[in-house]
């Protein structure tokens, strides 16, 4: 996990997608509920790499992937900020505004998914 983060901060997104593919391999194998908050941040941080290799559109998947598996409120509520980003950046202002107010059924309430709410 640590080296994939050092490769996204680099900028070596494949370096870095390759550390998160084997990391979610070995998650999934594991197959453990103790393992499911490793698998939603290795499946954010995939996302990530993805979302900045221009992948848009499997990022968006992944950040998904973290809403269904993440009992943590703040990575749940950054990957529903990520999708709301990408869908403005693509110009879909419904789709966008349909993604954040899902932080309300989630019980999300941070401050930057609130003025992107206001915004779109």
């Known amino acids: 996990m640590k080296r994939g983060l050092l490769y996204l ?3 070596k997104n494949e370096e870095a997608l390759k550390d998160f593919n084997k990391l979610t391999e070995m998650a999934e194998e594991q197959n453990q509920d103790f393992q499911s908050t490793s698998l ?4 954010f941080y995939k996302a990530k790499a993805l979302k900045k290799m221009n992948n848009m559109n499997d990022s968006i998947l992944y950040f998904e992937q973290v809403l269904r598996l993440s009992e943590d409120n703040f990575l749940s509520g950054s990957s529903l900020y990520e999708i709301a980003k990408i869908k403005i ?3 879909d202002f419904y789709e966008a ?9 989630l019980n999300l309430k941070q401050r930057k998914l609130q003025n992107y709410k206001l915004f779109a």
């Open 9 to 11: 901060q680099l900028k």
């Open 89 to 91: 950046q693509q110009k």
């Open 97 to 105: 505004h349909y993604n954040l107010q899902r932080s309300n059924h």
């Open 40 to 43: 939603s941040k290795a499946y």
